[in-house]
């Protein structure tokens, strides 16, 4: 089966910096993509790796290993309003979807 | 404002009651598609359309219907509603398919059914 892992919820202080991991089995891979979504509203794209490597992009970071089945979010410069949930899917060899349960990121003061 | 509406975005419903979800985009986006979120799990495909006029079964389609005919709107419909699709809804949206990269969101339908 096709299965997305992420830490269900994780904890932080303002101005410091959190590390995000997901790894996944899929049948194929061809990108993975991670976003944000705040309580109660929509989520929104943040970052889309199909390469290996490192893809920055302001105070968010996305990095991506393949082989290992591997990437995470890296926020610098933690933020209140940073707190959300952040969702990682893998897009498979049929060019589907298969989303993460979301890690909620709670920022304390 | 360019982006994806949904409506309603709060339904109470009675079990066995026929229910339409309604979703418009104006950004003319091909491919648009209708997940549903639910505490504890990943989004869950329904139903996706790639282009105007075509359909197709996501993970979770069982229960619902969907029409694509024209560019705009991809409503969802619920035939009998039952308890297990309490859940909220969201409706997407991307420029060609999913592997561009981005998806838009709707602010999302919160269904209940009791």
């Known amino acids: 089966g096709q299965n997305i892992d992420q830490p269900t919820e994780m904890t932080a202080t303002e101005g410091a910096i959190v590390q995000i991991n997901c790894t996944y089995q899929?049948?194929?891979?061809?990108?993975l993509f991670w976003y944000q979504q705040h309580a109660g509203e929509a989520p929104t794209f943040l970052s889309y790796n199909v390469l290996d490597g490192l893809e920055e992009k302001g105070r968010f970071s996305s990095f991506l290993s393949r082989s290992k089945g591997y990437s995470y979010l890296l926020l610098k410069e933690l933020q209140m309003k940073d707190s959300a949930s952040y969702l990682c899917a893998v897009m498979d060899s049929n060019y589907q979807l298969i989303w993460g349960a979301g890690t909620k990121l709670i920022i304390k003061p | 404002i360019a982006g994806i509406t949904q409506a309603p975005t709060s339904q109470i419903l009675a079990a066995g009651r026929r229910m339409t979800l309604r979703c418009t985009q104006d950004m003319r986006h091909n491919a648009m598609y209708w997940y549903r979120q639910d505490l504890g799990l990943g989004l869950r495909l329904i139903h996706y359309s790639n282009t105007a006029g075509t359909t197709g079964k996501g993970e979770v389609p069982d229960g619902y219907s969907v029409s694509r005919a024209n560019t705009d709107d991809f409503p969802l419909t619920l035939a009998s509603a039952v308890p297990s699709q309490t859940s909220v809804y969201f409706c997407?949206?991307?420029?060609?398919?999913?592997?561009?990269?981005?998806?838009?969101f709707g602010e999302g339908s919160r269904l209940t059914v009791l």
């Open positions: 899929t049948s194929g891979f061809n990108g």
């Open positions: 997407a949206s991307s420029a060609s398919g999913a592997d561009t990269g981005e998806l838009f």
